[in-house]
T-cell receptor, first 111, second 113 residues
Framework: GENVEQHPSTLSVQEGDSAVIKCTYS??????FPWYKQELGKRPQLIID?????GEKKDQRIAVTLNKTAKHFSLHITETQPEDSAVYFCAASIPPGKSTFGDGTTLTVKP | SQTIHQWPATLVQPVGSPLSLECTVE??????LYWYRQAAGRGLQLLFYSVGIGQISSEVPQNLSASRPQDRQFILSSKKLLLSDSGFYLCAWSRVSFETEAFFGQGTRLTVV
């Protein structure tokens, strides 16, 4: 089955700096790669996603890149703010919608 | 708009007792449905997923079972809980197309004592 590895497990940055989280996957059949943000005690919520026919996608301060050949994808957050502090999960999805999640990255943005 | 309801929010159960967690989705039809478990400080482990009524796929061998008696209802059950069943359980749904996000319920914090 699919295996998703996520690094780093914890990340601490100063407000205004950039944060990068990386994930690798094993199953070449995976075609959809969402990123979720989970605040303490709350449900995960989608922040950005990318499909296999796209190499990069950007939404304001958040961007995701995908390298299908190398089977890795990354989340980039620029100009970090304290409210960006949360746990971030990557996932790789194969038909019919089965997603395998990484173990998560705890991001702390220091004011 | 679509909404997902999951209950209860918290549950404390003794070892050996049965379990039933329920999840319902509103505002959509024929959704894909999922049960995930999240251990403390860990990622989301897919337990079961369903693409239709009565169609359940189990991802990991365990002490739990799932059922989908109606199109938008997904139930997680156990006949006898183990201590290792403690965790945060999340129900989720997605549209039939696999290239779509999962929408999560509020989660159930289960503590087996």
């Amino acid at each position: 089955g699919e295996n998703v590895e996520q690094h780093p497990s914890t990340l601490s940055v100063q407000e205004g700096d950039s944060a990068v989280i990386k994930c690798t996957y094993s199953d070449s059949a995976s075609n959809y790669f969402p990123w979720y943000k989970q605040e303490l005690g709350k449900r995960p919520q989608l922040i950005i996603d990318i499909r296999s026919n796209v190499g990069e996608k950007k939404d304001q301060r958040i961007a995701v890149t995908l390298n299908k050949t190398a089977k890795h994808f990354s989340l980039h957050i620029t100009e970090t703010q304290p409210e960006d502090s949360a746990v971030y999960f990557c996932a790789a999805s194969i038909p019919p919608g089965k997603s395998t999640f990484g173990d998560g990255t705890t991001l702390t943005v220091k004011p | 708009s679509q909404t997902i309801h999951q209950w209860p929010a918290t549950l404390v159960q003794p070892v050996g007792s049965p379990l039933s967690l329920e999840c319902t989705v509103e505002g959509t039809s024929n959704p894909n449905l999922y049960w995930y478990r999240q251990a403390a400080g860990r990622g989301l482990q897919l337990l079961f997923y369903s693409v239709g009524i009565g169609q359940i796929s189990s991802e990991v061998p365990q002490n739990l079972s799932a059922s989908r008696p109606q199109d938008r209802q997904f139930i997680l059950s156990s006949k006898k809980l183990l201590l290792s069943d403690s965790g945060f359980y999340l129900c989720a749904w997605s549209r039939v197309s696999f290239e779509t996000e999962a929408f999560f319920g509020q989660g159930t914090r289960l503590t087996v004592v």
